[in-house]
């Protein structure tokens, strides 16, 4: 309920949720995009300034003479219904050059009759202001102006004069209406706007976002109302109709908000819809350029048929990108205000402006308590499917109503809250959900944590389906670690002392092995046999596993002080590690089943860890481990033929991984395989040297000392010319 009751302060504008007013715009945007008719309207036609325009008449603003005479051209010539200005006439026209005359005629030809009498003549010719306020007198010219708000402290900019108010101060009085304010504007000349037939601002509403959904039909200033450009060029062409208000409630009373606009003209009765802030939603008809674009100059230069512009309404303005006259909409991120108008226009004409009335509120209010309810109720009732079909309908019919308002009721109902809200409130039972199982993943982890690794326990509960207990053949790595000596120090030792020791080491042991997603297998007094891809597939399965050997021999290292504290010998294991196909799965008796792998693949694990002593090595791998952990360095100690299997097989010490191992390591491993290549070759004599010299580098190394060996016996006992170079181990 407390969800419930924070979208329902969103939807009431208590406050406004950032993330919810975002979705809902790009919502709007998108369902608007979705239901473009994308055809203009024939009616319409746009005079753009383009650049076209601006090369062949020269640079903006022209002329007052040259804006006169497309006056003529339009009227005139071509019979247009009316010419709406999406630019404004603020300032007087001095290029003329009619004020330098004038201060000659007062200085240097003040006492030249002939200078006065000519000056006199062509005056009313050099006058543009007026010429053009005489060429839009008794002519359907609507012009444009901007309010604006100044900033605190400074003094408000007003220049020009404002037309008329469409209603005057004090016609709202104590009603409830948000009307947009504003203390600053930019009007045209006063000889000009008292010869236009109307005017209108053209502000829009740039919302939070930057994009320009809404324009704002009737707004506010000092205390008068003032209507947008585009109902005063509809109101031009109807004949200035009267522009009549409709409220929530009787309008004889007191109260209700503005609801809608009416125009009673002779051609039938035109209502816009407004919201709370008297704006209408921009009815856009597609993208750019869906209202045919005509250049000016071709209009002013005569070059267009009649057909072109007659009856037409003309708005006049400017999509060259100098001019500044850009905006961003939900149809388009750079796009000419002039078109806005247009379209606003049609929809104002065409009667098919979305309604964004003041009671959509309310009713987006109880829409949102009754699902909030609905599924505050119900959802903890439910199970998990239950609740993810309830909580899906629910969206879906919330999607489906707003669209059939959209589309068949034309009107637009905020969209994001109730999806928002919904997703919000199953999510919330579903986490309540996760956590009341996440104490049954805790008991069965207390269970088998100690066999599987947590994190395996965590995905084997996620992906039950993936794991299997039946037997099947899988490509899988096998660990086996083993205590060098061991028999001799359980000798040494007491039982529960022994005891001791092997919790000490096997633990630690057992963690790397879980830390890298191992499975331990079993325990065979101090060996531990583990292994990797499964009972979950783990594609990098060679990988974890010696990446577990080489942590397991750093760990036991470091266990060496804390071993000789308590009095115990050092102790010392043997890794070997081996990858291949085997089978995996629950074996057993009757009696007894365990989770198990078998195959030769784990016999040849066994093997290798068996003879780590025999070459010195903590870590030995097979060839197929190898080639699949290929992010480690390997140095190749052998090829041998272990007993039990008559295939010889080649086996490698990891040194570390790729880019962490030393120079130092690198050349000696160098050296021997180099000694390796020359032992296989029979080349004893240079062979024993390498190998003397690689014993100079590590005295102590066994390696090199069982090869100096095998040099020393095969010098004086050839192995043959047919010798393959393999060793033949004869016990485990």
């Not at 306020?133 to 004069?161: C, H, M, T, W």
């Not at 929530?248 to 007191?254: Q, R, T």
């Amino acid at each position: 309920m407390a969800v419930v009751l924070l979208f329902l302060g969103d939807a009431a504008k208590f406050y406004r949720l950032g993330f919810v007013q975002f979705i809902d715009a790009k919502l709007y945007d998108y369902r608007l995009r979705l239901t473009l008719p994308n055809a203009g309207d024939e009616r319409i036609v746009i005079l753009d300034i383009d650049e076209k325009s601006l090369k062949e008449d020269g640079r903006w603003p022209w002329g007052r003479d040259k804006m006169a005479m497309l006056m003529d051209k339009l009227f005139d010539q071509y019979g247009v219904a009316v010419v709406g200005f999406d630019v404004v006439f603020a300032e007087k026209d001095n290029s003329s050059g009619l004020r330098v005359l004038q201060d000659l005629g007062r200085n240097q030809f003040k006492d030249v009759a002939q200078f006065q009498s000519v000056l006199q003549q062509i005056k009313p010719l050099l006058e543009y202001d007026n010429l053009f306020a005489n060429k839009i007198s008794q002519r359907n010219v609507a012009l444009g102006y901007y309010f604006s708000n100044s900033e605190r402290g400074s003094d408000k900019s007003r220049s020009g004069i404002l037309p008329e108010p469409v209603f005057s101060a004090g016609t709202f009085k104590g009603r409830p209406i948000s009307f947009m304010r504003w203390d600053s504007y930019g009007a045209n000349l006063p000889e000009l706007q008292g010869s236009a037939a109307n005017a209108g601002h053209f502000n829009p509403v740039v919302d939070f976002d930057g994009v320009v959904r809404r324009v704002p039909m009737i707004v506010e200033y000092d205390g008068a109302y003032y209507e947008s450009l585009s109902l005063a060029v509809v109101r031009t062409v109807l004949g200035m109709p009267k522009l009549s208000p409709g409220y929530a409630a009787n309008k004889d009373k007191n109260y209700g908000g503005l609801e809608w606009l009416d125009l009673e003209s002779a051609q039938g009765n035109l209502r816009i819809p407004v919201d709370a802030e008297v704006s209408a939603l921009v009815p856009y008809r597609g993208e750019r350029g869906s209202f045919r674009y005509i250049s000016v100059s071709d209009a002013l230069h005569g070059r267009l048929s009649l057909p072109e512009l007659q009856n037409k309404i003309v708005l006049v303005g400017t999509s060259a990108p100098g001019l500044m006259d850009m905006r961003s909409t939900p149809v388009g991120e750079v796009y000419p205000g002039v078109e806005i108008h247009a379209n606003m226009i049609s929809g104002i004409l065409n009667q098919d402006i979305r309604q964004n009335p003041p009671y959509v509120l309310g009713a987006n209010v109880l829409l949102l308590l009754l699902i909030g309810v609905v599924l505050a109720i119900l959802l903890p009732m439910l199970s998990p499917i239950q609740g993810t079909l309830l909580s899906a309908g629910v969206l879906t019919l919330t999607v489906v109503i707003n669209g059939s308002l959209w589309q068949y009721g034309n009107i637009a109902l905020p969209l994001a809250g109730g999806m928002i809200m919904v997703a919000t409130l199953f999510a919330l039972n579903m986490t309540y959900g996760y956590f009341v199982e996440a104490r049954t993943k805790r008991q069965i982890t207390g269970l088998f944590g100690q066999y599987v690794p947590s994190e395996l326990v965590d995905e084997m509960s996620k992906n039950p389906e993936q794991v299997s207990m039946e037997g099947e053949s899988r490509e899988m790595t096998i660990l086996f670690s083993d205590v060098r000596g061991f028999t001799t120090i359980s000798e040494k030792l007491e039982p529960k002392e022994l005891s001791l020791l092997m919790n000490e080491f096997l633990t630690p042991l057992s963690r790397v092995i879980y830390g890298h997603r191992g499975t331990i297998d079993k325990y065979m007094g101090d060996c531990i046999m583990a292994f990797w891809g499964a009972p979950l597939h783990d594609g990098r399965h060679a990988y974890h596993a010696v990446l577990s050997g080489l942590e397991m021999q750093r760990t036991l290292s470091s266990l060496q002080p804390h071993f000789s504290e308590k009095g115990w010998p050092p102790i010392h294991i043997g890794v070997g590690i081996n990858t291949g196909r085997v089978s995996v799965g629950n074996m057993g008796s009757e009696v007894r089943v365990a989770y198990t792998v078998m195959g030769d693949v784990v016999n040849l694990a066994s093997r290798l860890e068996g003879i780590t002593k025999e070459y010195g090595a903590g870590v030995l791998v097979g060839e197929g481990t190898k080639e699949e952990a290929h992010e480690f360095v390997y140095r190749e100690l052998d090829l041998v033929r272990v007993k039990g299997k008559d295939k010889p097989v080649a086996i490698f010490e990891p040194l570390g991984l790729s880019g962490e191992v030393d120079q130092e390591v690198l050349e000696e491993a160098k050296l021997f395989q180099q000694a390796l290549r020359l032992y296989r070759k029979q080349e004893w004599d240079r062979a024993e040297l390498q190998l003397y010299n690689l014993l100079k580098i590590a005295p102590k190394s066994k390696l090199y000392e069982v090869y100096a060996e095998r040099v020393s016996y095969f010098r004086n006992n050839p192995p043959g010319e047919n010798w393959d170079g393999v060793f033949v181990f004869k016990t485990k």
